[in-house]
């Protein structure tokens, strides 16, 4: 069983090693806030990550089945539109297009 002394240097270690890692990103914030480069990334990544799950997920369907591309277009035009018309609720237009997906897959 090991020393008493070892644990409690083992335990505060990990406590100090723990707090530095939860206060590291608030001591980093502060310059990272007037950089323009994290500005732009804040603008841009969310559109691009956006594109390329939409690009993955709309490969993976394609080519899961080929004979049904269609439905697959069919449907990510609805979300567009959809969501265009909703003035960008996500949520609304990602229920719209799965639905007309759901229902091309079944009934098309």
Do not use: C
């Amino acid at each position: 069983m090991p020393d008493t002394v070892f644990l409690i240097v083992a335990i505060a270690t990990a406590g100090v090693i723990t707090l530095a890692l939860r206060a590291l990103p608030f001591a980093v914030v502060q310059p990272l806030r007037r950089s323009r480069f994290i500005a732009r990334l804040g603008t841009w990544m969310p559109a691009g990550i956006l594109l390329i799950l939409a690009v993955v997920v709309l490969r993976d369907q394609i080519v899961a089945a080929p004979e049904r591309w269609w439905a697959v277009l069919v449907a990510t035009a609805i979300t567009i539109i959809v969501h265009l018309i909703s003035r960008r609720r996500a949520l609304v237009s990602i229920a719209a297009g799965t639905a007309a997906y759901i229902l091309l897959i079944n009934f098309g």
